[in-house]
């Protein structure tokens, strides 16, 4: 069993910065991909970026150049630094851990709400 908790939201005006950690519970952080999804009022959920156990990353196009996502499996967290912010980045912020061998999320954080507002 994994949970995940998220923290780091907030409120903060247009181009300024937010850096949201997820931490996880459970030894076995380390072999799955991570990733940081985020769903705004009225819409679906979307992928913002993953991060494998190798670190290697991918980005949704709409916060290329701008979020930048880590982790660190010493301390079973993974990181989500976000830059140059617009207020169409308003959402909830979740962290779910992917199961590869089976294809899906088995686990989700609570969530943690970024406004981006001035």
């Known amino acids: 069993q994994v949970q995940l908790v998220e923290s780091g939201g907030g409120l903060v005006q247009p181009g300024g910065s937010l850096r949201l950690s997820c931490a996880a519970s459970g030894s076995i952080f380390r072999i799955y991909v991570m990733g940081w999804y985020r769903q705004a009022p009225g819409k679906q ?65 609570q969530g943690t709400q970024v406004t981006v507002s001035s």
């Open 45 to 109: 959920r979307e992928l913002v970026a993953t991060i494998t156990s190798g670190g290697n990353t991918n980005y949704a196009d709409s916060v290329k150049g701008r979020f930048t996502i880590s982790r660190d499996n010493a301390k079973n967290t993974v990181y989500l630094q976000m830059n140059s912010l617009k207020p169409e980045d308003t959402a909830v912020y979740y962290c779910g851990a992917y199961n590869a061998n089976y294809g899906r999320y088995d686990y989700w954080g």
